[in-house]
């Protein structure tokens, strides 16, 4: 099948759906191709810390000043995706002082709003916290759900005129002299092949932007670098705890909807597809993590996750810890004689909108046009509604729960098929937070697997549809199988093996 | 109570098996009580502090413990559900109604001092129109029948004897309302050679606590802990005849209100019956029982069951000779104390209550024995039978 568009974006992350936005906000066709689902790399793979910059100011002041103006638009435009927490940088006793004044002189410098803590007041605040800190410095952190942010992007997009094939992996590049002619694509589902041709290409592809690049016979230098992350039962703290000391290891906590997340660890990869989470990081991030919050010793986990950082290398030296979490825009132009191709990588969740803008702002430029971006003022179509967790405690009580733990309601699942965008019904788990919960899918999906029957949408084996489920759950329990959950993964199993007989 | 790990990192446990939600009376008869996993450690999950409760079920949890009981896990359900109710209402705002219920023991003595006059009022249609559109308190509920003299006057005149003393704690119902159940309480335990003394008393708490006022609660535990100890510390055991008042004295007390010296008080506490089966045990029950060709039927009450004490009147009831009775295949009986009261939830009352009219009626029986007051009063109003407490019938065979 032949496709035309004006410009292909590569990368169904938080940058490619946010460049979607922007362009067709600026009346510009485009259209984005995806392998997997939306979110599938680095965008879906965080702790959803909804960055203030306090974690950057003192290494990479320039890092930290954008995430601090990208803070302040996102809680105006994205206002359903925020929860405003604050957040803690909390000292003890080992990290010593010196580092907690130099990083409230840097806060500062770079304007963002810092308040310096008694021990007294740091605890009366967030109880849980280790007794023996020695003061907190509250910035203006928070969290973000990355999936509802992406999810709105890219509806906005769509209802302005952008299209999307998800599932489907650019094989190759047809190059013609200086430009890319066609790109050719596969739906990796359904096995159809497309031929895309388009006048400009944006490769948002993240931690895989090299391999893309490969295609076209370039090459840019890329740290992967895999970070790991434990997702509680309940919430441990409800700000964002964070060490007064250099980023490391297993120096935040972030509360996300009903639990927190501890992250996070840093390990250099070649592999970018299955990540394995092991023992020891298991072990790092509780140990560490434990020193700011004592009872994550004892507190119940539910699921690992690892994720990928789309870290750019310019030269300097130093641990992956030291490179700029700042993005790159690069011009194949002016780099490799390609016109029509342009790279954005690098950053972070909370600056996505601006390295959006700045990516649109130069196909804009390539092709003569001056059309401004509007997205720093523009809210997203859930801008308004909060959502919170009282206002999901409220569902309860009302109407048909289809996933106990999270509380997603019947309808909210059927609205999802009903739109008829699911390729794939693992998808819905982007979607909604179904089996995001205590129980990780266990008591839900055959329910969804009775809805998906109804809705005669998905079609397929249910068997092996259910195992997809089941799988991609085990994925994340097995790293921290132990205590109640191997209690709990008992009955599990015997329901799955007995009942459904599988 | 270690902060540390109660309640909130008992909730981490539940293993979402559901076990609590397939015995939860309230959430079998309607839809809008979510049921124990979800309102108890499921609703935890979505709780801050600083938010305002959203909790707008929480006020139908009728507090009979039983998914307690049921959990494989050891998750403290039915408190953090009465946690969460005393937040909701906190905020919301009781209704008098609810003070008035809770309170009785302030107005009980006059009610039963004027007693021709309260129980005519209390049976009049006009009043209980009255009652139900002022103060929704359902109409069709039958209210309390106050007696004169109370049971503590009765006592004032009754000179006990035996070998060996020991404490009653009676409870605000038999003081003023089944004034023959302490009496046959006494009787009994003198017929076994111990002398009764009643130490001063109030209203346990429970109406209170089950109504989410834990100030209230508590206020009532800091008087009556103080007068249990003195009588356990001078060398007594504590008995108790109503199953509400015990668990609350025995359990909550200590467990949820943290009153000083409670931890002390509850292994000297004991149901009536669980007492005179451990003088079984020991050789010491009276037996000289006569024979009651009668045909009875037999409730275990939510609260005995949460005592974890087995059935212990069956235990000894059995041991009267003609003496036909049946245990009751059915769960709570719905009243939940002053739950079944109230106008907004008496129709759930009484379709919990179901399943227990027609045990009931399947057994035919003359008599239905109870231990607790509350489902005494909601087995007449579902079958008007005759409903007694299992010492009445004891004190019966006594020769």
Known sequence: MNLKTEVLIIGGGATGAGIARDLSLRGIPCLLVEKGDFLSGASGRNHGLFHSGGRYVVADPEAARECIAENRILRKIASRCVEETDGLFISLPEDGLDFRDRFVRACEEAAIPARLLSQDEALSLEPGLNPDLKSAVAVPDGSIDPFELVLENAGDAEAHGATFLLHTEVTSLLLDGDRVKAVVAKDLLRGEEYRIEASYLVNATGAWADRFLRLAGLHIAMALSKGSMLVTNQRVSHRVINRCRPPSDGDIIVPNHTVSILGTTSIRLEEIEHLEITPPEVSLLIREASRMVPAIETTRFIRAYAGVRPLFLSGEEGGDRAISRGFVLIDHEKRDGIRNLITVTGGKLVTYRLMAEKASDLVCQKMGINHPSVTHTKPLPGAGQRAGLKERLKTLGQGEILCDCELVRREEAEEVFREGKLKNPLDILHRTRLAKGTCQGAFCVYRLLGLLNESGKIRGDSNTILKGFLEERWKGIRPVLWGTSVREEELIESIYKGIFNL | ?399
Request: proline share 6%.
């Open chain 2, 1 to 399: 109570m270690d902060e540390r790990t109660w309640p909130n990192n008992n909730t981490d446990v539940c293993i979402r098996c559901a076990a609590c939600m397939a015995v939860c009376p309230v959430s079998r008869v309607t839809p809008l009580f979510p049921g124990p996993k979800q309102t108890g450690p499921g609703a935890q999950r979505f709780r801050k502090p600083g938010d305002p409760s959203v909790d707008e079920w929480i006020d139908l949890c009728i507090g009979c413990r039983l998914c307690d009981l049921a959990c494989s896990s050891g998750v403290p359900i039915s408190e953090l559900n009465l946690i969460a109710r005393a937040k909701y209402l906190d905020e919301k705002k009781r209704p008098l109604r609810d003070w008035l219920l809770t309170h009785s023991y302030l107005f009980s003595r006059v009610a039963s001092f004027f007693s021709p006059i309260t129980n005519f009022l209390f049976k009049n249609r006009g009043v209980r129109w009255m009652a139900d559109l002022l103060l929704k308190i359902d109409r069709r509920r039958e209210l309390p029948v106050y007696e004169s003299p109370t049971f503590r006057q009765w006592f004032g005149g009754h000179r006990s004897t035996g070998e060996k003393k020991i404490a009653y704690f009676y409870g605000c119902y038999i003081n003023t309302n089944e004034v023959d159940v302490g009496k046959a309480a006494v009787q009994v335990l003198e017929a076994n050679g111990l002398e009764v003394f009643l130490p001063p008393q109030e209203c346990c708490g429970l109406p209170m606590l089950g109504n989410g006022d834990f100030e209230g609660a508590r206020k009532m535990g800091l008087k009556n802990v103080p007068s249990l100890l003195q009588a356990i510390r001078s060398g007594s055991e504590i008995i108790f005849s109503s199953t509400s008042c015990g668990e609350m004295i025995k359990h909550e007390y200590n467990r949820l209100l943290a009153i000083p010296g409670a931890e002390e008080v509850a292994p000297h506490l004991f149901d009536l019956f669980e007492y005179l089966r451990k003088l079984k045990e020991s050789g010491n029950l009276n037996l000289r029982l006569k024979e009651l060709p009668i045909r009875a039927a037999y409730f275990a009450p939510c609260h005995l069951r949460s005592l974890g004490i087995g059935l212990p009147a069956l235990d000894i009831l059995r041991l009267i000779p003609g003496l036909h009775i049946e245990n009751i295949d059915a769960d709570c009986c719905g009243l939940g104390g002053t739950f079944g009261f109230k106008k907004e939830k008496y129709e759930i009352s009484q379709e919990i209550g179901k399943d227990l009219k027609e045990a009931i009626d399947r057994l035919n029986p003359e008599a239905v024995l109870t231990d607790c007051e509350g489902c005494r009063m909601q087995i007449r109003h579902l079958t008007g039978l005759k409903v007694l407490h299992p010492v009445q019938l004891l004190r019966d065979a006594l020769t």
